[in-house]
């Protein structure tokens, strides 16, 4: 029976964590492949927005020189999306890494380069096409439908690449293949389905081993192992359905959409077979249209955050029923307007931890349980400057402010860092978060793939 075995080190690129040890051993377990997440939503919009990336540069380098000599020694491809938001320049940020690893090194890596980020002409021509550009989940600051002015408003915009352009890319005779923005799942299950396993349970799999782990897949079934014995964790049912059925699902029985499907597991199995092996199966896929996730940000101002700690507890209560910050931020406009910056140039906000700071209106725990509170000003600004106004002077309301009953001047809340203030610099919000048709031949068209030959010729990304 012909078999699989594929290895995802870590859970995102520059994580790390693994140690020595258990990395021999996976390396001694001859994986077909290494797979490995590198872009995800989930850190928030800025990083997409910004360029910047949400792993360090320490961490990214460490990981991947890990994985690319072990690919290059052990013969095996490397499938690792990069860049965290996924852009252009967060995946060629990556690539010089690369190539500081290989000079370093030594060494001679052949890549397939698959870009990630979506041109807007692209997307205004689909718009005009189809008409109608679904949003993937109602969300108030998401259009229903795309509007060519969405697209233009976005700084950048990613698509989340299928298995298709990474199967593809696999045919290229490459060491590695290193993509933008992709699904985590596509990743894991690229090479099963290149080379012809089942569909249903490719996915079903890499679901499971999308944040790390490792997989034998093979003709009727599966199994997730552990190979980190020596540290006493242990494979169960329950671990492996929590994180492959449940985890991001609102409907625990379709655990994962992906362009031209869905994965049904509402008959599949799930059985332990020792401490340290599950086996799984009777995943199948559904057709759907063909669609991919676009992700775009915009830049909506510039940001500064203050954080403060309160422990009055009389003050606290005044925090509950509302009465305290609504006076403080009436305080902080009037201030604000007395220093002629418009009411339209700017927006502030308390964020109150210890009170619905984490769940907001879905806090099913509406009184305050707790002796102390974490009150983070926020402030976003047309400007810099506007910003940093601001967030002193909505600093100052709370800790200055004379309220009702105030028994002492010396200040209500303590702030732990100087400076106080941090700016943030430039904020982003998603404005796109839609399911964009497309034809799958147009895959090649949006994500496109280029060759590289790394130490690069000149010392930098061609």
């Not at 690449?161 to 199967?167: C, D, L, T, W």
């Not at 009727?220 to 020596?230: P, R």
């Not at 200055?400 to 610099?425: C, E, K, Q, W």
Request: proline share 4%.
């Amino acid at each position: 029976m012909k078999e699989l075995k594929l290895f995802g080190p870590f859970g995102n690129l520059g994580y790390g964590g693994m140690s020595k040890e258990v990395w021999q051993r996976s390396m001694e377990w001859r994986p077909d492949a290494i797979f490995q997440q590198g872009t995800s939503t989930d850190p928030g919009p800025g990083y997409l927005g910004t360029g910047q990336s949400y792993a360090d540069r320490l961490g990214i380098k460490h990981d991947l020189e890990m994985m690319i000599l072990a690919a290059l020694e052990h013969h095996i491809p490397l499938i690792c999306s990069m860049g965290g938001g996924g852009s252009d320049r967060q995946l060629e940020w990556n690539l010089q890494i690369i190539d500081e690893i290989a000079r370093e090194r030594k060494l001679r890596v052949r890549a397939a380069v698959i870009s990630g980020e979506v041109d807007k002409e692209f997307i205004k021509g689909k718009i005009a096409a189809e008409g109608k550009v679904e949003s993937l989940d109602g969300h108030p600051r998401i259009s229903e439908h795309l509007t060519e002015e969405d697209v233009d408003a976005a700084s950048v915009i990613v698509a989340q690449m299928g298995y298709e352009p990474i199967v593809r890319a696999l045919g290229m005779d490459v060491d590695v293949v290193l993509t933008g923005r992709a699904s985590d799942v596509a990743l894991a299950a690229s090479l099963p389905l290149k080379e012809g396993f089942d569909k249903g349970l490719s996915f079903q799999m890499a679901k499971v081993l999308e944040c790390s782990g490792w997989g034998i897949i093979k003709e009727d079934h599966f199994q997730i192992v552990n190979l980190n014995s020596e540290e006493g964790v242990a494979r169960n049912v329950s671990s492996v359905i929590s994180h492959g059925v449940f985890y991001e699902r609102r409907n625990p029985l379709t655990p994962e959409y992906f362009p031209g499907g869905h994965l049904d597991i509402s008959e599949a199995k799930w059985e332990q077979v020792d401490q340290h092996t599950i086996r799984g199966s009777g995943g199948k896929i559904v057709a759907d249209p063909y669609r991919v996730k676009i992700e775009g940000v915009k830049m909506v101002g510039y940001q500064t955050i203050c954080l403060t700690g309160m422990r009055d507890p009389w003050l606290i209560r005044r925090v509950e029923d509302g009465s305290f910050l609504k006076l403080a931020k009436e305080t902080a406009r009037q201030k604000i307007s007395d220093a002629r910056v418009d009411e339209k140039d700017y927006e502030l906000n308390y964020r109150v931890y210890g009170m619905n700071g984490v769940m907001g209106s879905l806090e099913p725990q509406k009184g305050i349980t707790s002796h102390e509170l974490c009150i983070v000003v926020d402030s976003i600004g047309k400007s810099p400057d506007i910003s940093k106004l601001v967030c002193m002077l909505g600093r100052l309301q709370i800790i200055h402010l004379d309220y009702p009953g105030r028994l002492t001047t010396a200040g209500n809340v303590a702030v732990p860092f100087s400076p106080s203030d941090i700016y943030m610099g430039e904020a982003y919000q998603f404005n796109i978060w839609h399911l964009l048709p497309i034809k799958e031949e147009e895959n090649y068209q949006i994500f496109k793939t280029r060759i590289l030959e790394f130490p690069l010729s000149k010392g930098g990304v061609r």
